[in-house]
């Protein structure tokens, strides 16, 4: 089963920072004790690292940590350099952390295309799951996290293929099922349309507890239907493993874990 007892935090300082860490106490459903707070100092070539600011930020970190304590949670502090989606990979990496959590950022899909976002890259090479927070930055409103973190465990929703990749997932979905008012199971067939039952999700049904809705559609695109859905069945939060290709490919041709969560309007939290 999948256990989270250490959870990495990315902060950036942004205006999302804040709302993003009242978020934190959510994370005790999923068992985390201890919190790392880490801020990247981003590097652009051939900058230097801005090293004079490190005690600034380091005290900055020590303030926001002093709420999470409040919470009853284990904090440390961490500030690198580099760049921040690599550094926040592999701090995690490092720490051995169990699940990273940040703000996922819409910097716009020709920015992604060409550059990515911090999100996309600690989503290519993280090796741990990764919890997205959904914010409303393009409207100037950063208090919406108390609307969309709010709960994010009672109507959580599951994408899986069935495959031996998603067991993972499959069994996070298990555990989370036992507190939540209804979890939501999704496959997604290519073409067509979809059809009354599927022996996988049935069998997997039976594993949950308590109210348990199955869902098997088809479409073209895997992650238009999961978001889709997402939105009819009102799901707090969505569950989706990720198959590595690597970091070139992904950024080529995205991944249904990446376009999920680059599109979802709620949290999205990838397993790989």
Do not use: W
Not at 131 to 139: A, D, H
Not at 192 to 202: F, I, K, N, R, S
Not at 251 to 269: F, I, K, M, Y
């Amino acid at each position: 089963m999948t256990q989270f007892d250490h959870v990495l935090i990315g902060v950036d300082f942004s205006d999302t920072t804040a709302p993003l860490l009242r978020c934190a106490s959510e994370l005790k459903a999923l068992g985390v004790r201890e919190v790392t707070l880490l801020h990247v100092q981003p590097v652009v070539y051939p900058a230097a690292p801005q090293v004079t600011h490190r005690a600034t930020y380091e005290e900055r970190l020590d303030g926001l940590a002093a709420s999470l304590r409040k919470d009853g949670f284990q904090v440390r502090t961490l500030v690198r350099s580099g760049v921040p989606g690599s550094g926040m990979a592999a701090v995690a990496t490092e720490l051995s952390v169990d699940l990273i959590v940040l703000a996922a950022h819409d910097h716009g899909q020709v920015a992604r295309t060409l550059l990515g976002s911090v999100a996309s890259q600690v989503l290519q090479q993280a090796t741990v799951p990764v919890l997205l927070e959904r914010f409303s930055r393009e409207e100037e409103r950063p208090q919406e996290c108390a609307l969309r973190c709010r709960a994010k465990f009672q109507r959580p929703l599951l994408a899986t293929d069935g495959s031996e990749s998603a067991r993972a997932a499959e069994a996070l979905i298990v555990r989370l099922s036992r507190d939540a008012q209804a979890t939501i199971l999704l496959t997604v067939l290519e073409g067509g349309d979809g059809q009354d039952g599927h022996p996988g999700l049935e069998a997997l049904a039976a594993r949950c507890s308590g109210k348990v809705r199955i869902r098997v559609e088809r479409g073209r695109k895997a992650s238009a239907e999961i978001q889709r859905v997402a939105q009819e069945e009102d799901a707090s939060l969505i569950l989706v493993g990720r198959r590595g290709r690597g970091p070139l490919l992904d950024r080529l041709l995205g991944s249904t874990a990446e376009n999920v969560s680059q599109g979802a309007d709620r949290p999205v939290l990838v397993i790989p």
